[in-house]
């Protein structure tokens, strides 16, 4: 089955960059999206088809999606950004993959 | 403006069955495909189940095969999931989400419910 793998965890200072990876086979070849979950809410999407942000998800969110690897980028990540995200993407054989998760952390 | 209200979650024991619901409002229901999305507490999200518009495909994640089902009513805007044979392992959060592309498969989920929580324990 397909799977998608993510760092447990990313630590950043307040208005760093923030990269967040997500690794399958010939991911690439597929659309990549991510979410944005904080405690005790529903996960938001903030970017989907690879790069795209649904309307209300500031600029500083961006996404890419090469090779075997899709990677959200925060520019000038602010306290707020500290959150869980997740990468989704699907698959002929598995329908519906989301990576592990990854706690960004903003130190 | 969207909205997606769980529905039906509770306390079951073992080996019972509980059906979810899911009432949507505030855009065209039937002109998308609609999901069912797991969370165990302090874990990570689970795909459960998916069911295109027109309920003429239906995908379900291997650890729910035949022992769940997926519904919708277009009249009703409304979306189900019939549990049966529930286990331990199926204590989870259950999130009714949307996807995001008309009259498509699979895509990303543009909008998810508040959640409903089952507790599968005797």
């Known amino acids: 089955s397909y799977e998608l793998t993510q760092p447990p965890s990313v630590s950043v200072s307040p208005r760093q960059t923030a990269s967040i990876t997500c690794s399958g086979d010939?991911?690439?070849?597929?659309?990549a999206c991510w979410y944005q979950q904080k405690p005790g809410q529903s996960p938001v999407l903030v970017i989907y088809q690879d790069t795209k942000r649904p309307s209300g998800i500031p600029e500083r969110f961006s996404g890419s999606n090469s090779g075997n690897t899709a990677t959200l980028t925060i520019s000038g990540t602010q306290a707020m950004d500290e959150a869980d995200y997740y990468c989704?993407?699907?698959?002929?054989?598995?329908?519906?993959?989301f990576g592990g998760g990854t706690k960004l952390i903003v130190l | 403006e969207v909205q997606l209200v769980e529905s039906g979650g509770g306390v079951v024991q073992p080996g019972r069955s509980l059906r979810l619901s899911c009432a949507a409002s505030g855009f065209t229901f039937q002109d998308y495909a609609m999901h069912w999305v797991r969370q165990v507490p302090g874990k990570g999200l689970e795909w459960v189940s998916g069911?295109?518009?027109?309920?003429?495909?239906?995908g379900y994640a291997d650890s729910v095969k035949g022992r769940f089902t997926i519904s919708r009513d277009n009249a009703k805007n409304s979306l189900y999931v019939q549990m049966n044979s529930l286990r331990p392992e199926d204590t989870a959060f259950y999130y009714c989400?949307?996807?995001?592309?008309?009259?498509?498969?699979?895509?990303?989920?543009?909008?998810w419910g508040q959640g409903t929580l089952v507790t599968v324990s005797s």
């Open positions: 069911i295109s518009w027109n309920s003429g495909t239906i």
């Open positions: 989704q993407a699907w698959d002929s054989s598995t329908a519906v993959v």
């Open positions: 010939k991911l690439g070849n597929k659309y």
């Open positions: 989400a949307k996807d995001g592309s008309k009259f498509s498969g699979w895509t990303f989920f543009d909008y």
